[in-house]
């Protein structure tokens, strides 16, 4: 055996590792850059809220929420509120379309917030 064989075989081996390995890391990051760039997946900056004129310089006591039990009828108040919410957020996507609400109830569901969240965080594309 030819130890310089040898050690030619081993560095050429690993050079063209190397070299591909690279040329893998440009391909999937150059493709990243297109898909982003296609994609428009960048996060559009909202305009900061204005702060509303205060009328008089003692603060205003806020209003106790409404607590509903389970099985429990909602007051009409807190329906408005909600079909209010819900028509403010539809109109701003501007489908033109008219909705109704019909019932409201809780939803529950198998995982937090906080972990839904880490979940989205986590499985985004590059």
Excluded: C, H, Q
């Excluded at 009409?76 to 379309?97: F, N, P, Q, R, Y």
């Excluded at 019932?103 to 906080?114: C, F, L």
Aim: net charge positive.
């Amino acid at each position: 055996m030819d130890w310089t064989t040898a050690w030619g075989t081993v560095f050429t081996g690993l050079v063209v590792v190397f070299i591909a390995l690279g040329l893998l890391i440009l391909l999937v990051w150059g493709t990243g850059k297109i898909m982003e760039s296609a994609g428009g997946n960048k996060p559009k900056a909202a305009p900061a809220p204005k702060p509303a004129p205060r009328a008089s310089a003692a603060p205003a006591k806020p209003k106790a929420a409404p607590v509903v039990s389970a099985g429990e009828n909602m007051d009409d108040e807190v329906a408005a509120a909600i079909t209010a919410a819900l028509a403010v957020i539809l109109a701003e996507e501007g489908s033109g379309k008219s909705y109704v609400v019909r019932s409201i109830r809780r939803v529950r569901s198998g995982s937090s917030a906080w972990s839904r969240a880490g979940i989205a965080e986590n499985v985004r594309p590059f």
